[in-house]
């Protein structure tokens, strides 16, 4: 029985919001702006909401794509609409967001660690300590 392939799944979900746009992420800017966003939206879900670590790698891959400066100007918008909307799952969301910016994008980490604070959530303050160490 053949396994699942996870990353030509991903590959199809994000080209099926933009054509082509998996292997082009590093034009994102070029993007119409809400398929933009909509291609984030599903990265950062698939490498942080999913629990499957193939699907985990799979964003945490092709984030690293995109230039930080546009990240820098987008993910605040992104997060802030998509993302930590379920309580019990914030610590989750961030430590996986966190392990995809850290090493990549340490400005667009500050600005995590800014907005994860005010989420008011003990597990989440407990693991931005666990980061900052």
């Known amino acids: 029985m053949p396994s699942f392939d996870y990353t030509s799944d991903f590959d199809h979900r994000v080209d099926a919001i933009h054509p082509n746009a998996s292997s082009n992420l590093h034009m ?11 291609i ?21 891959k092709a984030i690293t794509k995109i230039p930080e400066n546009w990240l820098l100007n987008n993910f605040p918008i992104v997060v802030s609409k998509y993302m930590f909307g379920e309580k019990e799952w914030q610590e989750w969301e961030f430590r996986r967001l966190a392990e995809m ?11 995590l660690i800014y907005y994860a604070k005010s989420l008011d959530n003990p597990e989440v303050d407990e693991a931005i300590c666990d980061f900052l160490k």
């Open 40 to 60: 984030l939206r599903q990265i950062l879900e698939m490498g942080c909401m999913a629990q499957n670590m193939l699907n985990i790698e799979s964003g945490r």
């Open 101 to 111: 910016l850290e090493a990549h994008f340490p400005r667009v980490f500050e600005w």
């Open 28 to 38: 994102i800017a070029e993007i119409p702006i809400e398929k933009a966003h909509d």
